[in-house]
């Protein structure tokens, strides 16, 4: 991840795709305190910077120290639900982008970030979409889970939050990853999407993938292989 996270088509759409939708239906004022919940190897930092001062938590040693010498700042070491850094609290944002599908206690965790926010804070997740897809994709970047509408519908609810927007995305590349996904399901075989294509494809993908947040501005899509959901704390 930490290779690729820069340049990689996904990420690099994704992130696109994020920042829109932060700007588009929640934009928060500029000195917003906003957390990042598992940061990973520090590929989001810089975009959520664009939204107020960051701090972030990540439960891997070697991507703690991957994500402070990329972004300049203190990540601290954190687990959901149960084990987060005490001072973290009064947020105005937090963003768990694809990680709430990697934890054993997901609606406990909705409801420890839930509690981590300000009153009228907003949380933003991603999450894969379909649990019908799984495939050894998923059993590669060790996901528990995949979700459909109804399961992070009820997450949201168990922890106190109100849905503010809820769609699908990566709905343009469908067709064609959902056809790998069932080849490689069907064989047993495939699941390494991380690396990097070569450039010509790479920016196609990206390009392709990242004008969904023209519309993600305007509407919620009908189908994809991710879901992304905006719930406010009351």
Request: proline letters at 6%.
């Amino acid at each position: 991840m930490a290779d690729v996270e820069d340049s990689h088509w996904w990420f690099a759409a994704r992130r696109q795709l994020i920042a829109g939708l932060i700007a588009r239906r929640i934009a928060p004022l500029a000195n917003a305190n906003v957390l990042e919940a598992g940061c990973g190897t520090g590929g989001n930092l810089a975009m959520l910077g664009q939204f107020g001062r960051v701090r972030a938590f990540e439960p891997d040693q070697s991507a703690r120290a991957r994500a402070a010498a990329k972004s300049g700042l203190d990540i601290q070491p954190g687990f959901l639900p149960h084990d987060l850094p005490a001072d973290y609290d009064g947020f105005d944002l937090i963003a768990a982008l694809d990680v709430l599908e990697h934890v054993d206690d997901d609606l406990g965790s909705f409801r420890a970030l839930g509690q981590r926010l300000r009153p009228g804070g907003y949380l933003f997740v991603t999450v894969p979409a379909y649990p019908s897809l799984w495939s050894r994709h998923d059993d590669l970047h060790h996901h528990k889970r995949r979700y459909d509408k109804a399961r992070l519908l009820q997450a949201l609810g168990g922890a106190g939050l109100a849905p503010r927007f809820l769609s699908f995305f990566n709905t343009l590349l469908f067709p064609l990853v959902l056809t790998k996904r069932l080849v490689d399901k069907a064989t047993n075989a495939g699941g390494d999407d991380d690396r990097l294509p070569p450039p010509l494809i790479n920016e196609m993908l990206r390009r392709v993938f990242a004008a969904e947040r023209h519309a993600l501005s305007r509407t919620a899509l009908p189908f994809g292989l991710s879901l992304v959901a905006i719930a406010q704390r009351p």
